[in-house]
């Protein structure tokens, strides 16, 4: 940010720096140029001994062919992380506001309890999941897939809120309560106004977490309620489908989390730096 | 190390609305109301869960029928003894060495480089940090096809790549190779998750402050002696985090493993098998051992970072 040191003055070491900074910028984009050089590819033109070059012409019979394919999945991704991610952060902003502002006794020990959670390996749980859900009636669609990623949530969306709010002055919620405010019209008219920039980072990270998620996806739901990373994996397990068409559809799986990341790439990477627990 | 994330903005006070005072033990009672939920979820779902696949872990439950017959620590014993699982601790040793030092070693060099004062930081930042936001389905459908196996005329992906640019010695059979195939398929993990320990270390650079670095230089010091003796030893507990975090993340390995090698036994991991053997073989008792074993091994690196990174905090 500050960082003046050397800005100007392009010395052999200089040189260096930036051709090593250029050639890492190529190893991360390699994937991204396959997807969109095959993307735009039209069929006739598709071959693998041609899979690097520039297509003559820009076509999207791979986009259209691939978007037929996922198209049911892509909306079922939807209608899963747009009501995931709402829920999780009414639920984590409560969270975060009674663990930050009103502990108690035996808050300090339940906090770093809930935020085991958030590393446990799903695995563990599986069994018992399938079983619990198919016994409340919520295996195999949406809704119990949506309870899922907010109760595995709450860890994470807790910590964010919890830390933002620990930073929120006392003197604050005192001279409300001196008004006359108690827990809920605290929380109402003085803290939720404060929180919008949270709201942001949860949201966001709710959203890619759970657009992005395959294992509760492909062990709770069936096939007319599965979400875009089931159907692309079966995309591509399947013979029928050609790898063209593959990487275009990987594009489009890969689109509305990689547009939120350009846009709101800020609140995103805290959202990434909360679950490292440091800032 | 603290764990707060955001800082308060400027802030001004709405009116409250005019209510009658209440005593303060009723909103802590509220208060514990409110969370009830969250942690009668977490009670069930983690803690719950847990106990009940432990059972699980100790029944003979193998077909549809749930069966809780007592078996002890049999299962356990049966899966120490299974072949398929040193595969997987084989697996899972390669891809965890390999990930989390590739990952350790770019993500600390793009750091360095980063913070040389260089012109259109946030761009590269941005562009290192990118694969983060998408699915490693995403990342393995893309890399199995980038990794191809095929050789001759039906050469494609990196080795044909390779092929064009004269880098024929570096043609290989990728995560289709002899006993190694697994360490293929940590390049596109250490793709995924090297930008964000990038990130982590660069956090950590910006903390330190400029006379440090002044010192340093005053006293003589070259740069490479100022990373080597001042800066490096400064990350350390960063170096910790991010063990923490890529280690952990490496032993649930799962979705790319599943989009890149789908269910081959040769590149079969934990995660895999208790996939496989539950839900295709139905042998639940083993499904449910695995991922017991998985959830120890996951406890003895996180709950001492856990309970270091919050006592740090109650320390401020």
Known sequence: MIATRGRGTLSPSRVIVYLLLFSAAIFYLIPLYVMLVTGFKAFDEVSLQTMWQLPRALSFDNFIEAYRNLAPSMWNSFRLVIPAAFISSLVGSMNGYILSKWRFRGSEILFPLLLFGMFIPYQSIMIPLTQFMRTIGLYGGIPGLILVHVVYGIPITTLIFRNYYANLPNEILESARIDGAGFMSIYWYVVLPLSIPSFVVVLIWQFTQSWNDFLFAVILTSSSSWPVTVALNNMAGSQIIAWNVQMAGSFIAALPTLAVYVFLGRYFVRGLMAGALKG | ?316
């Open chain 2, 1 to 316: 190390m603290s764990i707060q994330t955001v800082h308060p903005t400027a802030v001004s006070i709405p009116q409250p609305t005019k209510k009658p005072r209440k005593l303060p033990d009723r909103d802590t009672l509220l208060g514990i109301l409110f969370l009830t939920p969250s942690v009668i979820a977490i009670g069930i779902f983690v803690y719950g869960f847990i106990g009940w696949s432990l059972r699980v872990s100790m029944s003979t439950w193998k077909g549809l029928t749930p069966d809780y017959t007592w078996a002890g620590m049999s299962n356990y014993a049966a899966l120490m003894q299974d072949p398929r699982f040193h595969i997987d601790i084989r697996n899972t040793v390669i891809f965890t060495v390999l990930f989390v030092a590739g990952c350790l070693f770019l993500g600390l060099g793009l750091a360095i480089l980063l913070d040389q004062g260089i012109r259109g930081e946030g761009f590269f930042r941005s562009l290192y940090l990118f694969p983060m936001a998408i699915s490693f389905i995403v990342t393995g459908v893309v890399w199995r096809w980038l990794m191809n196996p095929a050789q001759g005329s039906r050469m494609s992906g990196l080795n044909l790549l390779f092929s064009e640019l004269g880098l024929d010695f570096l043609v290989n059979q990728w995560y289709t190779t002899p006993t190694f195939g697994m360490a293929a398929i940590a390049i596109p993990a250490v793709w995924q998750m090297s930008g964000f320990t990038m990130a982590l270390y660069l956090g950590g650079l910006r903390a330190i402050p400029d006379s440090l670095r002044e010192a340093a230089r005053v006293d003589g010091a070259s740069e490479f002696q100022l990373y080597r003796y001042h800066i490096l030893p400064l990350m350390r507990p960063i170096t910790l985090s991010a063990l923490i975090i890529l280690g952990h993340t490496s032993l649930k390995v799962f979705d790319l493993v599943v989009a890149i090698a789908g269910k081959q036994v040769a590149l079969d991991v934990p995660a895999t098998y208790m996939w496989t053997t539950t839900y295709d073989g139905n042998f639940f008792a083993r499904g449910a051992t695995i991922g017991i074993v998985m959830l120890l091994s996951v406890a003895v690196l996180v709950i001492p970072y856990l309970f270091y990174s919050l006592r740090n905090e109650a320390e401020l």
